[in-house]
C-alpha cells in the first residue's frame, strides 16, 4: 500500500468533515466526487446551488453538503463571532456580513472556527496568503506552537532514500527568510509532523550549500545557529546541520562529508534556509523527479486547513483532503 493509500485508510476509518470553499473550479468537483465515492471524508462545498449545480458540470456530488452563506441559519451567528474576534482592528457587523457572504474562504474558516467543520482545503485558485489570511485572523496558532509554517509531503517513485522515498519539505510555501529561532521552530514543527502523517521516526537535516564548516558565509552562520537552538529545543530529536543535501540523504556521502552524524545520509525531513530554495527545491524534485507533492500543508494553525498549489491536480486536492482529515483526527 502506497503513502497516500495509507493516508486514505486512516481518514476512512474515522470520517471528518471538510469544508472545500472553491467552488468555481471545475477541479473541485472533480475531486469532491472522488472522495465521496472512497469514502474518504464528508464535505461540504461552499456556495449557493444555482452557482453549484452550474459549475458541477457531470460530477457527482450528491453526498456533499451545500452551505450559502447568504441562506444558511448559521450565517448571523458567524458574524457575531467575526466581529468578536476581528474588533479590535475595527471590525463591524456590516464588514463582517459583506465578507462573509463574498469570500468564501472566510465562511470556510468560520464553519472550522465555530465547530461545524474539521478542517478546510483550499488553493486551487487563490494565493496561499489568500487561503491562510483568514486562517491567521480567525483561528489563529496552535497553543505552545510560536510560527505557522508550511511544509510539503514528497512522495519519490522508486527511491529508497528518506522514508522509503517519503519526506518532509519545509518550508517550501510560506516562511520567505526564517531567521534562526523561527528556523529551528520549522524543523521542530516539521519533526512533528512528519510523526503523525507517515508514522516513523523523523531524521532532520538542516539544509545549506555547506556542509560541517566545508563554506564560510553569513547564510551558513544562519543555519548552524537554527540547528544549535533547535537541539536544545527539542534534544530528543535525530537533527543535525549544516548539511548540503547529498550529504543529508545519500548514505556514502553523508558518511564521507559529516562522519560520526546519526542525520548524514538518512535524512528524511528536510529544513530548507529559505522559501526560495525550498519552493525551487519541491518543484525540481516533483517535476523532474515525478514526486507526488502534497501540499503547503500548514502547522502551526489551531485547527487543519492545507493549502494547495494552483497547479494542482483533482488527485491532489483528494490527497490533501485525506492529510487534513488525518491532521483533525489526530485534534
Do not use: W
Given at each position: ?24 473550479d ?80 472566510y ?9 461545524d ?63 534562526p ?6 524543523a ?26 566545508s ?117
Amino acid at each position: 500500500m502506497g503513502f497516500i493509500d495509507e493516508i486514505k485508510a486512516r481518514a476512512k476509518a474515522c470520517k471528518k468533515t471538510i469544508v472545500l470553499p472553491e467552488t468555481e473550479d471545475e477541479r473541485t468537483y472533480k475531486a469532491a466526487e472522488a472522495v465521496l465515492k472512497e469514502g474518504i471524508a464528508d464535505l461540504v462545498l461552499v456556495g449557493s446551488k444555482e452557482e453549484i449545480e452550474k459549475n458541477k458540470g457531470t460530477y457527482d456530488i450528491s453526498g456533499a453538503a451545500i452551505v450559502d452563506p447568504a441562506t444558511d441559519a448559521r450565517t448571523e451567528g458567524y458574524i457575531a463571532k467575526l466581529v468578536e474576534l476581528r474588533q479590535k482592528k475595527g471590525m463591524t457587523p456590516e464588514q463582517a456580513k459583506e465578507l462573509l457572504l463574498n469570500n468564501y474562504l472566510y465562511y470556510g474558516v468560520m464553519m472550522v472556527k465555530m465547530g461545524d467543520a474539521d478542517g478546510m482545503v483550499s488553493g486551487a485558485c487563490h494565493s496561499t496568503a489568500d487561503t491562510l489570511r483568514p486562517c491567521l485572523q480567525i483561528l489563529k496558532t496552535k497553543p505552545g506552537t510560536k510560527l505557522v509554517s508550511a511544509f510539503f509531503l514528497m512522495v519519490v517513485p522508486d527511491c529508497d532514500m528518506g522514508a522509503d522515498g517519503t519526506f518532509v519539505f519545509a518550508d517550501a510555501g510560506l516562511e520567505q527568510n526564517p531567521d534562526p529561532e523561527k528556523l529551528a521552530n520549522i524543523a521542530i514543527s516539521s519533526a512533528d509532523s512528519f510523526t503523525l502523517l507517515v508514522g516513523k521516526e523523523p531524521v532532520v537535516a538542516m539544509l545549506s550549500h555547506s556542509t560541517k564548516g566545508s563554506a564560510k558565509h553569513a547564510d551558513v552562520d544562519k543555519v548552524v545557529e537554527a540547528t544549535k537552538i533547535a537541539q536544545g529545543l527539542a534534544p530528543e530529536l535525530a537533527l543535525d546541520g549544516e548539511l548540503q543535501l547529498d550529504a543529508a540523504i545519500v548514505p556514502e556521502v553523508g558518511a564521507s562529508k559529516a562522519p560520526g552524524s546519526k542525520v548524514a545520509g538518512h535524512a528524511n525531513v528536510l529544513v530548507f534556509p529559505d522559501l526560495d530554495a525550498g519552493n525551487i527545491g519541491y518543484k525540481l524534485v516533483q517535476r523532474l523527479g515525478k514526486a507526488e507533492a502534497y501540499g503547503p500543508l500548514t502547522q502551526g494553525i489551531a485547527a487543519p486547513v492545507n493549502d494547495l498549489s494552483r497547479g494542482c491536480s483533482a488527485e491532489d486536492i483528494v490527497g490533501v483532503v485525506a492529510i487534513t482529515a488525518v491532521q483533525a483526527q489526530a485534534e
